[in-house]
């Protein structure tokens, strides 16, 4: 399985947080990826970056929010996270670097 570049235009980063260590219980990882990508690239990229089968993907949009900076109106960018579920005896781990 050979990583193609466009593997890593879909996914940004994995997302570390309280909920995403939860899920990971679960046998479950969370990505930011690309706001245009859809499951079934999410699921390609996944599967050949890091040699896993997956078994579900469900996928949020969290919309930016209108923050001030120095007084400046300005809106952070939106977000879309998917909740990659691996198949048993399948595992990631986000704490090292790919």
Known sequence: MSAKAEHYDVIRKPVITEKATMASEANAVVF??????????????VESLFGVKVKAVNTSITKGKVKRFRGILGKRKDVKKAYVTLEEGNAIDVTTGL
């Open 32 to 45: 930011e990826v690309a706001i245009d990508s859809t499951k079934p690239q999410i699921k390609e990229a």
